[in-house]
């Protein structure tokens, strides 16, 4: 299995739900701030102008014209804010032979209105003294036969100075109301998205080696996703456990009809046909080379739980044991330089193969001493090291550009390294070769990136 990324971009599904949800909100609120802008605006002016159009019929109820042939009002039943100066309510009465009369709170100032038809209306937004907003009402009367217009007018300035404070408080309240339903959603999908959370949990568990299946208690949504993790789980670990057994089982039950070719190749061939036995013997050999190395692996690899985490320092200890014991008749100083509780999410077996392979040449080709130096960074990071006789740098260049895939391109250090190009590349790293700058001997550099 490869374990780099994909390429695609992962998004949260928490994020975005979040995000569609505060979209629709937004529109929400501004259509509600839309409306508080305009209806309320509305009410009032339909209110108003049926309170003008009251004003103009009073007004035409109580014309009269005084001895001095003026326009005016009978008993002054009009309200009292016609008579206060600049107080937003007007009214202005023009007469068909050109006779105006206007309301005293106009004072000094003055503004001009429409001529309409008896019997008609026109309704009209107009600037009034003081820069005052004033809608006015206009109606058509005949009075002695002759057409009148009434024009009744008030600042609706106030009102709409009311209609944008309120929309103000309700922006306020709207912000507040908003960020508490962020708040609430975010919880109810959080909880809602529990059980894939567990779901994540228990792969990134697998990868560590420790596994715990899943509740399958959720919504039915995702129940068969959970079901099918853990019987995934179940089946690729039995399966994976089964094959390294059985290919340790292989190679230890071929290696006794090896053993005996090899005799009758040594024995009776060679005594009639010594070409045919040379050849035989080539193959037995082969065959031989290929087994230990599958023994060598299942020894390494022990009998750990496939999909385990590696813990680097009690690993790494062991092996250096495993290791002496591979090398009794040598007293090798094998040293280790490694951050103590350092875990990474690696499979076991795949890792003590890597370990073990470069361990196993290092110790036999150095004279006396190997080194193991683990970083402590992100992924993985070492270098094994050793005083033998090491390569020529032209050999060098010759195992990175074929990717050491084959034993003889090095000799002594093949044996093995074909195994850790395997898991290298499967672990998507990289590996350089070089000289130790310390003891002389080969220096191997392994980096793997280990990304979920």
Excluded at 316 to 322: C, D, G
């Amino acid at each position: 299995m490869n374990r780099r990324t994909g390429g695609s971009r992962a998004y949260s599904l928490q994020h975005r739900l979040t995000l569609l949800l505060g979209l629709s909100l937004a529109g929400l609120a501004a259509l509600l701030l839309a409306g508080v802008h305009i209806l309320p605006r509305q009410f009032a002016e339909d209110y108003m102008l049926s309170r003008l159009d009251h004003e103009a019929e009073s007004l035409y109820a109580y014309l009269q014209v005084d001895p001095d042939g003026r326009l005016a009002l009978r008993g002054g039943r009009l309200a009292l804010v016609y008579n206060v100066p600049l107080s937003g309510h007007y009214y202005r009465i023009v007469a068909a032979d050109g006779r105006v009369l206007r309301s005293r709170s106009l004072w000094d100032e003055d503004f001009d209105t429409p001529i309409v038809q008896p019997g008609t209306t026109r309704i009209d937004a107009m600037d009034g003294p003081f820069d005052q907003k004033l809608l006015s009402w206009s109606r058509g009367f005949l009075w002695n036969d002759a057409p009148l217009t009434v024009t009744v007018a008030e600042d609706i300035g106030p009102i709409d100075e009311r209609i944008r404070t309120m929309g103000w408080q309700l922006f306020g309240v709207l912000t507040l109301l908003f960020m508490l339903l962020l708040l609430l959603q975010r919880w109810l999908v959080t909880r809602s998205l529990k059980p894939l959370g567990h779901a994540v949990q228990a792969c990134r568990l697998l990868e560590e080696g420790r596994v715990e299946p899943l509740p399958e208690q959720g919504p039915r949504e995702i129940a068969p996703l959970v079901s099918a993790i853990n019987r995934l789980t179940q089946y690729v670990l039995g399966r994976l456990k089964r094959s390294r057994n059985t290919l340790g089982d292989l190679a230890h039950a071929l290696k006794t009809p090896l053993a005996v070719l090899g005799q009758m190749a040594d024995s009776e061939l060679a005594a009639r046909d010594a070409d045919m036995a040379a050849r035989l013997r080539r193959q037995v050999d082969e065959m031989q080379r290929i087994i230990e190395r599958e023994l060598k692996r299942a020894r390494l690899a022990g009998g750990g739980h496939p999909g385990g985490r590696f813990e680097i320092a009690g690993e790494l200890a062991s092996l250096v044991q495993v290791m002496r014991s591979l090398h009794h008749d040598r007293e090798l100083d094998i040293a280790l330089s490694v951050p103590a509780d350092r875990i990474v999410p690696a499979d076991r077996e795949d890792m003590l193969e890597l370990f073990g392979n470069l361990l196993d040449n290092a110790c036999k080709w150095a004279r006396s001493r190997v080194q193991v130096t683990v970083d402590d960074a992100a992924g993985l990071r070492f270098m094994v090291e050793d005083d033998g006789p090491g390569v020529p740098d032209e050999r060098l260049a010759e195992i990175a550009r074929r990717g050491v895939r084959a034993d003889e391109t090095v000799p002594g250090h093949g044996l093995g390294l074909s195994i850790v190009a395997d898991v290298v590349e499967q672990y998507g790293g990289r590996i350089a070769f070089g000289r130790s700058a310390t003891l002389g001997g080969l220096r191997v550099e392994v980096v793997l990136s280990l990304s979920h």
